[in-house]
């Protein structure tokens, strides 16, 4: 199955649709897909499994419905550092989905580059099997200077664990005298995370009933608006979606007053100033510059040399991957 989808809205969704655009829309969703193991025992499948290939099918779906809105990026919570505790079988099975639908996204790759997607993968690769880093790294290469839209794939990922590797990154060029401690900022400890190009999200979605964030970008959510809902991820639909989105435009008004009093003594612009100037970073550098808490951050001139150098050496790293032979 692909990973895309045709808009495909009927009337009643598109009414909708024009009805929710007069509000605030989330630039950046991220989603917490839960609840694919009590579907496949709902529906009686015969594994597990069969449990999250229907999730990957929503997943496809859900990015469409995404498009349609307007959400520029997306960020999915597709496996967990603690997932590897799961049932070899189930484990083997899910890097296996993965494997297939990463090679699936590279016949895919005219379309995907057609439409403008860039795909970014989140997490401690060092954890996967090497064929399927090379996948992924290949995946991210061919897409990396696609701007339209941002898909996130968060595997081999705990938040935990993103933020002791970012710092982990930034001990080193301390040791190597690219940094001292006084360049240490919250902001170049985001910016070193595997999430580092991406903005925050503005509206994180957990389904299937369990109210807790599971490991999952604890440092980025805090300002999110959190939407939970009952239903298993493969019974997702647009409607749901539409929900969550109008939850976040009830709750828009008020965390954007969290925001502005977190920032009142740094550089806070209003929405319109900081939505162009972001759109300037964007059209310049070809990529989605970090953005915290509704502020673009800012970094001292050695810490902006360290991210150059940074940012080469995860580049080579993917070149590096995707030459290995498989
Ligand atoms: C959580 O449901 C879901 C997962 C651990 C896997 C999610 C994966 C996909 C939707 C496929 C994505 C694949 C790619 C390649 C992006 P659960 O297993 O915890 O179900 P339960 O809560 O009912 O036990
Ligand atoms: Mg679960």
């Not at 580059?113 to 995946?139: E, T």
Request: charged share 30%; aromatic share 10%.
């Amino acid at each position: 199955m692909s990973w895309m989808r045709d808009s495909s809205l009927n009337w009643a969704q598109k009414f909708a649709l024009k009805v929710i655009k007069t509000g605030k829309i989330p630039r950046h969703v991220a989603f917490i897909m839960d609840g694919n193991r009590r579907y496949a025992k709902k529906l009686h499948l015969t594994t597990s499994t069969d449990g999250h290939v229907h999730g990957f099918d929503k997943l496809a779906e859900a990015l469409q419905w995404c498009l349609d809105i307007g959400i520029e990026e997306v960020t999915v919570y597709a496996f967990s550092i603690e997932n590897f505790k799961r049932d070899e079988s189930e484990v083997n099975a899910l890097l296996e989905l993965a494997r297939e639908k990463f090679n699936k996204f590279m016949e895919e790759s005219d379309e995907l580059n057609k439409r403008g997607i860039c795909i970014r993968m989140i997490g401690n690769w060092k954890l996967l099997p090497v064929d399927l880093q090379k996948s992924m790294a290949d995946a991210m290469l061919m897409t990396r200077n696609n701007n339209k839209a941002f898909l996130n794939v968060a595997f081999a990922y705990t938040s935990r664990d993103e933020i002791t590797e970012s710092i982990r990154d930034i001990v080193d060029g301390v040791k190597r005298n690219e940094l001292e401690s006084n360049d240490i900022t919250d902001d170049l400890i985001r910016r070193c995370m595997y999430s580092g190009k991406s903005s925050d999200p503005d509206l994180l979605v957990r389904t299937s009933g369990e109210s807790r964030l599971s490991d999952f970008l604890l440092w980025q959510a805090s300002t999110s608006i959190i939407y939970f809902t009952k239903t298993l991820w493969p019974e997702f639909t647009f409607w749901h979606l539409l929900a969550g989105v109008f939850y976040y435009q009830r709750h828009y008004q008020s965390m954007h007053s969290v925001k502005r009093s977190l920032h009142q003594f740094s550089s806070v612009m209003d929405d319109e100033s900081f939505t162009k100037d972001l759109e300037q970073v964007r059209q310049t550098s070809n990529i989605a510059e970090i953005e915290t808490s509704s502020k673009l951050a800012t970094f001292s001139q050695r810490a902006t040399e360290f991210l150059e150098k940074f940012d080469k050496r995860k580049y080579n790293q993917l070149v590096e991957l995707s030459t290995i032979k498989v």
